[in-house]
T-cell receptor, first 116, second 116 residues
Framework: DTGVSQDPRHKITKRGQNVTFRCDPI?????LYWYRQTLGQGPEFLTY????????KSRLLSDRFSAERPKGSFSTLEIQRTEQGDSAMYLC??????????????FGEGSWLTVV | AQKITQTQPGMFVQEKEAVTLDCTYD???????LFWYKQPSSGEMIFLIY??????QNATEGRYSLNFQKARKSANLVISASQLGDSAMYFC?????????????FGAGTRLAVHP
């Protein structure tokens, strides 16, 4: 399978615990994105990387959230001191770099987070 | 504000019939891209079709076509010959030049149910 893969697919955690999600993009894609999707809504942009550089962060990304892409390949999204409002699906996506509007962004299957 | 509006929370269609899912968008940009994604219950966002703002022809991809009416700022998805496997959430999304076309703005989605 050469698509975007995410791990774990499901995570249940207690409020206050830290969680980390991993994303492996399509291998030749140098752009990587994180989105969050809550029930009944479309995905919302969180952040994106070009290679290892994090170039944009949404105001949705509070200081409890940190994303890294250390070698420009896989990425991790960590949520510290989780809150019930963090319960959502976290989608990772990747695309090649062309700077064109038709550059398709390919998504993974998402990581479901439930904070209890 | 740049936004995507999908006014149909849910749609029903009989198998083998065609269905149109509505999408309107709001932007002041001249260059932008419009996308439709399908999200089955597994969670993955599956790319279906793309329309560029400068494209004069309506996009088609197999059973999917996009009815692009630029002056009305609408980009409706038409699915012909519906199949049971088409039952899913469908999201319209827009990509703008701000930030190098690095963000997709999604609508709230339409849930399509295909009946036998």
């Amino acid at each position: 399978d050469t698509g975007v893969s995410q791990d774990p697919r499901h995570k249940i955690t207690k409020r206050g615990q830290n969680v980390t999600f991993r994303c492996d993009p399509i291998s030749e894609h140098n752009r990587l994105y994180w989105y969050r999707q809550t029930l009944g809504q479309g995905p919302e942009f969180l952040t994106y990387f070009q290679n290892e550089a994090q170039l944009e962060k949404s105001r949705l990304l509070s200081d409890r959230f940190s994303a890294e892409r250390p070698k420009g390949s896989f990425s991790t999204l960590e949520i510290q001191r989780t809150e019930q409002g963090d319960s959502a699906m976290y989608l990772c996506a990747s695309s090649p770099q062309t700077g064109l509007p038709g550059n398709t962004i390919y998504f993974g299957e998402g990581s479901w987070l439930t904070v209890v | 504000a740049q936004k995507i509006t999908q006014t149909q929370p849910g749609m029903f269609v009989q198998e083998k019939e065609a269905v149109t899912l509505d999408c309107t968008y709001d932007t002041s940009d001249q260059s932008y891209g419009l996308f439709w994604y399908k999200q089955p219950s597994s969670g993955e966002m599956i790319f279906l079709i793309y329309q560029g703002s400068y494209d004069e022809q309506n996009a088609t991809e197999g059973r999917y076509s996009l009815n692009f009416q630029k002056a009305r700022k609408s980009a409706n998805l038409v699915i012909s010959a519906s199949q049971l496997g088409d039952s899913a959430m469908y999201f319209c999304a827009m990509r703008r030049p701000s930030g190098g076309y690095n963000k997709l703005i999604f609508g709230a989605g339409t849930r399509l149910a295909v009946h036998p």
